[in-house]
């Protein structure tokens, strides 16, 4: 969560850990860095890092250092955040068995310190350090095993790079498990030898329904780099292209990787999770040898063929890729321009709808009015109490 729109708009960052004036001014230089203004808001961020506990203000000014002076930034601010942490919360606040391991993220004062290894996983990512960013995506996961800060999607395809396909499928099998009552342990980092079994009728049948499209494609290439073309691996790829079709849409049509993640509001399998799948992972999935598996399935080309979305139309796409998209809402799809003007006054309120619910999440989490009539709200739990936002 946003921590402008949680409890830390309230108590303060970290729980107050961080004076008002440093808070004050990390406000000012992210809005700048938002606005691509990062000249104007290094003074803000000198200013804020005075404040030692401004893990924050270490984070904003990593992104806007080249590359290898972030990262010391980012593990001079880890160090500092663990001993700010232990003389707060207690010498063992980071020893399995403490009362605070599985719990970090909930305890509000160790928010910043994870938000510090959240960068980390990313930067390492940037610079090809795969190893180190799944073990910190690891420690995340021990740390918060409930992953609030949405590691799950990401340690998959880390691993995967990493040259770690076994762990990589043991880590999505656990959070994919069929009727998965709770949080795996340890976040789903401890990791078993999978075996090459297919899954049960009933477990894939609860999959195509409710599916998490990253997990899936992981799940897919990772029996592929174990087995080969084996009838697991055929079976998970059939999954990820339902759940998810626009992953493998943009594979096989062979369109370029992403060039950054997608900070756009989504959904569920939205084509905005697809972007950010693809620039993590685009690069393993364009080996010839693992394209070629891929586009060789015809029941995933079936799959990935999209039919026009004028109900007075029948053509339905020859090869992936070859109708267009709606420019607004990114959903609807059409053979000619022809048919999209001939359906426009059936598609334009949803289309619109669509348009506006993006929209309007955009603004909320920019911290911007939202339009007139329409509410929002967002739950926060830290500490023992709630906190709801209403916008």
Request: with cysteine; hydrophobic share 35%; charged share 25%.
């Amino acid at each position: 969560m946003n921590r402008r729109h949680g409890m830390e708009s309230k108590l303060g960052v970290g729980g107050g850990t961080v004076s008002i004036e440093a808070q004050n001014n990390l406000d000012r230089a992210e809005d700048l860095c938002r606005r691509r203004k990062p000249a104007k808001a290094l003074p803000f961020l000198l200013k804020a890092m005075e404040d030692g506990n401004n893990l924050d203000a270490f984070v904003q000014a990593a992104f806007l250092f080249p590359l290898p002076e972030a990262l010391k930034a980012l593990e001079n601010a880890e160090a500092k955040g663990r001993e700010g942490l232990k003389q707060r919360l207690g010498p063992t606040c980071f020893d399995d068995g403490s009362k605070e391991v599985g719990k970090f993220y909930s305890i509000l004062e160790t928010r910043p310190y994870m938000r510090v290894l959240q960068a980390q996983v990313r930067l390492y990512f940037e610079v090809g350090q795969f190893g180190k960013s799944s073990d910190t995506m690891i420690e995340m996961l021990r740390l918060c095993p409930g992953d609030n800060m949405s590691q799950r999607t990401w340690l998959g395809s880390m691993l995967l790079s990493a040259g770690r396909p076994t762990d990589a499928l043991s880590f999505v099998k656990q959070w994919l498990a069929h009727n998965r009552r709770q949080t795996p342990p340890r976040g789903g980092t401890i990791f078993q030898t999978p075996t090459s079994d297919c899954l049960s009728s009933e477990h894939e049948q609860a999959l195509l329904k409710r599916g998490d499209g990253s997990m899936l494609h992981t799940a897919a290439l990772a029996c592929f780099r174990l087995w080969g073309d084996c009838p697991v691996a055929r079976q998970y790829l059939r999954l990820a292209a339902h759940a998810n079709p626009t992953i493998l849409t943009k594979i096989l049509a062979k369109i370029d990787k992403p060039r950054s993640l997608n900070n756009n509001p989504r959904g569920f399998n939205s084509p905005e999770e697809a972007q950010d799948y693809l620039w993590l992972t685009q690069n393993l999935w364009m080996d010839p040898v693992v394209w070629e598996w891929a586009n060789n399935d015809v029941d995933v080309k079936k799959a990935l063929l999209k039919s026009c979305s004028n109900v007075d139309c029948d053509a339905v796409e020859q090869s992936v890729t070859q109708f267009k998209r709606c420019a607004a809402c990114k959903e609807a799809v059409y053979c000619t321009q022809e048919c999209q003007k001939s359906h426009w006054k059936t598609h334009k309120p949803t289309c619109k709808q669509q348009k506006q619910l993006k929209d309007m999440v955009r603004a909320y989490q920019k911290g911007k009015p939202i339009p007139d009539g329409a509410h929002m709200a967002s739950a926060d739990f830290a500490n023992g109490m709630s906190f709801i936002n209403w916008a």
